[in-house]
């Protein structure tokens, strides 16, 4: 799988809109990119994901690069329940299964 | 939304015990299921993908006959640790993908093992 990179943390304030960057040079045309979020002691929850257009829904939006060579998870108003790591993952899905493969990610603080 | 119910959630064995962990899709069927592990402070890592009626694929340096798996069923799939022992201690978290689209995978919420 195509790598991904990440800031291992990020922090920010209550309320206020929260940009979380992923950089993959490497991705090829068929790659999608997801967003997946772990809170402490839990399973991963699906945030996101895109192929060339930005996306948008309840939780978040995700702005893809031209290029695509980089994403950007956006969570417009950042609460405390939203604290947690934050993994950009790149996946190949076709008429079958797929996997996902997780980098380190972004761990989330969110300060009151 | 899909969910995954893990079961169970927290789970404390004596060296040399099995310990059995059941992952079911509860509204949807899943012909395939994923395994991973999880140390503390650590990514997830890939154990193996579980194929509903036919063997599981193991990732590399996963031993499969300590770690074996069953997906008996479109809606279950489990993984038992055979003679644990305390370097087996670990987070456990299974996921699945809804049939048709596979676009996104939906994870349980995790079983730790320790291993006394």
């Known amino acids: 799988d195509a790598k991904t990179t990440q800031p291992n943390s990020m922090e920010s304030n209550e309320e206020e809109p929260v940009h979380l960057p992923c950089n993959h040079s490497?991705?090829?045309?068929?790659?999608?990119i997801h967003w997946y979020r772990q809170l402490p002691s839990q399973g991963p929850e699906y945030v996101i994901h895109?192929?060339?257009s930005n996306v948008n829904n309840r939780m978040a939006s995700l702005a893809i690069a031209e290029d695509r060579k980089s994403s950007t998870l956006i969570l417009h108003r950042a609460t405390l329940r939203d604290a947690a790591v934050y993994y950009c993952?790149?996946?190949?899905?076709?008429?079958?299964?797929?996997?996902?493969?997780f980098g380190k990610g972004t761990k989330l603080s969110v300060i009151p | 939304g899909a969910v995954v119910s893990q079961h169970p959630s927290w789970v404390i064995c004596k060296s040399g015990t099995s310990v059995k962990i059941e992952c079911r899709s509860l509204?949807?069927?899943?012909?395939?299921m994923f395994w991973y592990r999880q140390f503390p402070k650590q990514s997830l890592m890939l154990m193996a993908t579980?194929?509903?009626?036919?063997?599981?694929?193991?990732e590399q340096g996963v031993e499969k006959d300590k770690f074996l798996i069953n997906h008996a069923s479109l809606t279950l799939s489990t993984l038992t640790v055979t003679s644990a022992h305390p370097e087996d201690s670990s987070f456990y978290i299974c996921?699945?993908?809804?049939?048709?689209?596979?676009?996104?995978?939906?994870f349980g919420s995790g079983t730790q093992l320790s291993v006394l």
């Open positions: 579980s194929n509903e009626g036919s063997k599981a694929t193991y």
């Open positions: 996921s699945a993908s809804r049939l048709p689209t596979n676009e996104k995978l939906f």
């Open positions: 490497t991705i090829s045309g068929t790659d999608y």
């Open positions: 993952i790149l996946s190949r899905t076709g008429a079958g299964s797929y996997q996902l493969t």
């Open positions: 509204d949807f069927q899943a012909t395939t």
């Open positions: 895109g192929l060339t």
